[in-house]
Every structure is written in structure tokens, then in C-alpha cells.
């Protein structure tokens, strides 16, 4: 079984070092009525069919199976199954000590928003964060793709920011 064992983090982008090149990604998603997503997105000019089962009580850990789909038949998903809009983002990776985080730069509907995720070899292990680093928001559902989809960060985010 594929498992995915991350944290997801807030990013300070002033803070950014330069960036290297990034990918695009376009994602979407397919409604399944439970805890598991199915997620299609397309990387330049590769695709991909994700299935993610629900996350442990932490948020860290959740099973994963991807499989790579042809592009024509990505956008064709996108089109025509994916209900909720889709998320837009370019994707930097940045080297920080034995990890690389993903650092997210959220175009489109969730524009402004800048994520960092890292992939972990087990739960235990507590990265170091680089000084860009922000909130943790792991297990905030909030944050995840699938939600950013349905409703946009600009949606919600200068509600709490006021609170």
C-alpha cells in the first residue's frame, strides 16, 4: 500500500530565497461523498489519477495510489467530472537539510495563498523548518486541495484574520 506521510505548513514569502523553476500543476477533483479523493492533475505534459484515503487523527499520515493517465484524457476529466473548480499552483522544491519541501505558489481562485509541504520518512520525525516558515496547518482541513477547490482561501481567510 502507498502511504503519505507530510506536513503542511504556511509560508512567510518574503522570506522565499530565490526560487528555482517550478511546475505548473492544475488539479481537480471528483466527489466521492467520504473521507477519500480522487484527484486529477496534470504537470506540464504528464497526468495523473490520485487516490488518497482518509488522513490519521493527526492529519500526518493517509494511504496514497497515483497512476499516470494520458493528458488528453486528464483535461477531459477535468471538464467534465470534476465539480468545484479546480486548483491552479506552481510547485518549487527547496533542499532544506536531509528533506526537500514543496513550496506552493496558489494562482487563480486561491491567489496569494503560498503553502510548504514536506514528505516525512515516518511520523516521528519533526523537520527542522527554514526560516520562511510559517504556521503549521497539517490536519486543518481548510488547507487541503480538495477544500481549496470548493471554497478558496479568499473566501474564508480575511474572516479569520480578523477574529
Known amino acids: 500500500m502507498g502511504v503519505e506521510i507530510e506536513r ?15 511546475r505548473i500543476l492544475v488539479q ?14 496534470v504537470d506540464g505534459d504528464r497526468s495523473y489519477l490520485t487516490v488518497k484515503g482518509p ?3 493527526n492529519g500526518l499520515v493517509r494511504s496514497e495510489f497515483e497512476y499516470a493517465i494520458p493528458p488528453g484524457d486528464a483535461r477531459q476529466i477535468l471538464d467534465q467530472l470534476c465539480d468545484g473548480g ?5 510547485r518549487y522544491r527547496l533542499p532544506a537539510g536531509d528533506l526537500t519541501w514543496e513550496v506552493d505558489v496558489f494562482g487563480g481562485r ?4 503560498v503553502m510548504a509541504e514536506v514528505e516525512l520518512p515516518d511520523e516521528s520525525v519533526d523537520p527542522e523548518s527554514p526560516d520562511w516558515i510559517d504556521v503549521e496547518v497539517t490536519g486543518d482541513p481548510r488547507y487541503s486541495n480538495m477544500n481549496l477547490a470548493q471554497r478558496p482561501w479568499p473566501e474564508w481567510a480575511a474572516a479569520d484574520a480578523s477574529q
Not at 503542511?8 to 517550478?22: E, I, T
Not at 486561491?110 to 495563498?113: F, I, M, S
Open 86 to 90: 479546480v486548483v491552479e499552483k506552481t
Open 55 to 57: 488522513s490519521s487523527e
Open 28 to 41: 481537480g477533483y471528483i466527489r466521492t461523498g467520504s473521507l477519500t479523493s480522487v484527484r486529477v492533475r
Open 8 to 22: 503542511k505548513y504556511l509560508v512567510k514569502a518574503r522570506r522565499l530565497p530565490g526560487l528555482p523553476p517550478g
Open 110 to 113: 486561491n491567489e496569494g495563498l
